[in-house]
């Protein structure tokens, strides 16, 4: 149940695993959106380090937020429920603090057509908020940013890297190019160090499991379980580059921990594959399952980006990062997490208690 990151860095690279011991030990770390998935797990890795974390998040109940994500931690975590549009609380909570991971934000496509202010709001207008209170109350915190692929749109099919023409295809891809702007202009202008990985597809336990529109690579591993039969949009044959999110947090701690990146952004990619090759891998990892190919519903449709696969040397070259885990061993530990913890994700929990026990959290600031 711990950071499968620092258990694997234990067994292949404790050379990388002290490094990043001697970084973050002490240090007074906030995840934005730490409750979420890639958050969460991030948390987890960050405690094991011996770093102070405090976790401010929402949990607005359609977003990933989970406090059984934080489970293997709780007595050695800070919780703040906060919203990020709260600029007072930001204010409060970012003094003192060494470092942020900025995580917090929707990642629906279609939401994002459907609520577009509230888009704005959260992955813009915040974005400009949390790096004005850095600016005003503790300018020599450093900052990595969670930017996403959605901010290339559709691309030719061939390895996108960082100076690709970033052609968003939805609301959430430009409020993303936006916020991620505002990091770099903060970094270069007011000298608040800051970087931004774009993140690709990724996967993996603590994802939220309740609906498709954070991500279907989750999805269809709840539907394997639930033993229904996957719904392929098109041919399936669109590409996505997929990683595993221990791989992410690997990512996350290592341009935190490098002065190099400060005022860049950075792809992160692992393994192109269709998402018919993605499920028929989690068929058979499974031992069984069906899928069948459905039209594609017209509001997805529309904002369809189409294959992508991401060059990520520019971060492998100045960090040595590449991901560690396999798509298919994802598949395997995350049938594994959600057939023993599946009823805090999804369904009823078999003991009658709700799947967010507030009342044991320590919040704080
Ligand atoms: N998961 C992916 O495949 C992926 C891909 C590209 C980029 N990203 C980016 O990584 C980040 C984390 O994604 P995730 O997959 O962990 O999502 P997630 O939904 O699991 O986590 C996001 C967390 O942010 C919180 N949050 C949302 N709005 C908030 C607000 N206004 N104030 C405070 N907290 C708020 C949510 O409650 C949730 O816990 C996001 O910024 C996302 O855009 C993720």
Known sequence: MGSQLVNTLEREDPCRLQALREFYSGKRVVIT?????????????????????LIIDSMIPEYGGNTFNIEPIRARVKVNISDVRDRTSLNYLLQGQDLLFNLAGTLSHVDSMRDPFTDLEINCVSQLAILESCRLYNPHIKIVFAGTRGQY??????????????QPVDVNGINNVAGEAYHLLYNDVYGIR????????????????????????????????????????GTGTQIRDINYVADVVEALLLAMSDERTNGEAFNLGGEALSLRQFVEL???????????????????KIIEPGDYVADYSKFHKLTGWKPRVSVREGIRRTLEYYRTYKHWYWGEHPAGVPPTPFENLPFGA
């Open 282 to 300: 989690a068929i058979e990892v499974n031992g069984g399952g069906e899928y069948e190919l459905v039209p594609f519903p017209p509001e997805a």
């Open 153 to 166: 749109g559709r691309t030719s099919g061939k390895p996108v890297a960082e100076d690709t023409p970033m």
């Open 33 to 53: 959106g730490g409750m979420g998935f890639i958050g969460s797990n991030l948390a987890i890795a960050l405690v094991e380090l011996g770093a102070h974390v």
């Open 194 to 233: 800051a970087c931004s990985l774009r993140m690709t597809n990724t996967f993996g336990p603590r994802h939220q499991m309740r609906h498709p529109r954070q991500g279907v690579l989750n999805w269809f591993i709840r539907q394997l379980i639930d033993g229904e039969k996957i719904r392929l949009y």
